[in-house]
């Protein structure tokens, strides 16, 4: 549809882009069945700003009150690996978390090795999980499945090397464009996608952040791991909420 | 089986100004907004007006036609008539009977119930 609206010329795109972006609050199934005739209606003409209004009105209605019924969905069972995998996931910061102190010349640790087993069966289940998600993409979906494919193998030797930012980087990065190319055809409903990126923002960042510091400046900041670790439990619980609210059935040819 | 409007709470009176303007002839959308503004004296909005659209075609009262060039045109049903059959006669009763007060009627009986469509719960 973006395609269609391109071929408009650019004053006529400025003026109702807009209205255009409003039609996006309506949820996916009122979309599917009448957001071509809606954009004809509000195209053929200027909206006031109480039309505006009455849009956004009824994009509130429409998801309070569906009146119509969304595709069934098949729930993918492997959500539940990726659950168990934020079992494992939690379970591994709390051995982290409770590790041996050691002293070396900079100062004193907590040595959380004793966790890169658990850690490893975390990732590997959430790996595959992520796999599932990609294989639900249309084969249009190219950045979201190539970034789906390098988190699945990054996850699987991500705990080796947990503490090389640059590689977390990668993998959230990578679940994160995944997570908006399942929005885009309505496998992942906006809410879950944007969950997914607004959770992940900040630890990618301070993991860029950390990236570029030198190691012994970054560990001079004594930052709470807990807190540069934690939201990423979300990846887990997010992916699994996911799979189990499964992909609209495709209709029988 | 006459089916109300009153159930379409705040979308009602939207829904008796489609069902009105359908009663002539199939129409698609902006001819609806239009003959809507024309028959009430006030525009209706394209999100009210598509709310009312997807609770009447929901209800079978009206059908979705083909589309012709990206415009879909709807028309009423059979069910879509009988209901807006129903809905003006009682309006109709309705206002012989405010009528009727207003010039001091003495034949009309005192507890006149209202019509039920005026009466009845408001639901969505």
């Known amino acids: ?253 | 089986m006459t089916q109300g409007l009153q159930e379409l709470g705040r979308f009602a009176e939207p829904s008796l100004y489609i069902l009105v303007s359908l009663s002539e002839r199939p129409k698609h959308g902006y001819a609806i907004m239009a003959d809507v503004e024309t028959i009430s004296g006030s525009p209706m909005g394209p999100g009210t007006l598509y709310g009312a659209l997807a609770r009447l075609e929901r209800r079978g009262l009206i059908e979705a036609l083909e589309p012709e060039d990206r415009r879909r045109p709807y028309r009423l049903t059979g069910l879509g008539e009988t209901t807006l059959a129903a809905q003006l006669e009682q309006l109709s009763a309705f206002a012989r009977v405010g009528l009727s007060r207003l010039q001091g009627g003495l034949d009309e009986p005192a507890d006149q119930p209202l019509p039920a469509a005026l009466a009845g719960p408001v639901r969505r």
Request: charged share 15%.
């Open chain 1, 1 to 253: 549809m973006s395609r269609l609206i391109s071929l408009y010329p650019r004053p006529w795109r400025d003026r109702y882009e807009d209205e255009f972006r409003l039609i996006s609050l309506y949820p996916r199934p009122w979309r599917d069945r009448y957001e071509d005739e809606f954009r004809v209606l509000i195209s053929g003409r200027q909206p006031s700003t109480r039309e505006r209004l009455d849009i956004v009105r009824g994009a509130i209605d429409a998801r309070l009150h569906p009146q119509v019924p969304g595709a069934p969905r098949d729930a993918d069972r492997f959500g539940f690996a990726a659950l168990a995998g934020l079992a494992a996931f939690v379970a591994a910061l709390v051995i982290a978390a409770n590790g041996p102190v050691h002293s070396d010349a900079y100062g004193t640790y907590r040595d959380g090795s004793a966790a890169v087993p658990v850690m490893m069966v975390a990732t590997f289940l959430l790996s595959i999980s992520v796999f599932r998600v990609v294989m639900q993409l249309p084969t249009t979906a190219i950045v979201g499945q190539s970034a789906g494919v390098l988190a699945c193998v990054v996850l699987l030797f991500w705990p080796l090397m947990f503490w090389v930012m640059p590689v977390g980087v990668v993998v959230l990065v990578s679940v994160m464009l995944l997570a908006v190319s399942a929005h885009r055809p309505g496998i992942w409903p906006m809410w879950l996608s944007g969950a997914m990126v607004a959770v992940l923002t900040i630890p990618a960042g301070l993991m860029a952040v950390l990236a570029v510091l030198p190691w012994y400046t970054a560990r001079e900041l004594n930052l709470n791991m807990l807190i540069l670790v934690g939201p990423m439990a979300a990846i887990w619980l997010l992916v699994g909420i996911g799979l189990l609210r499964g992909v609209p059935r495709r209709p029988a040819p």
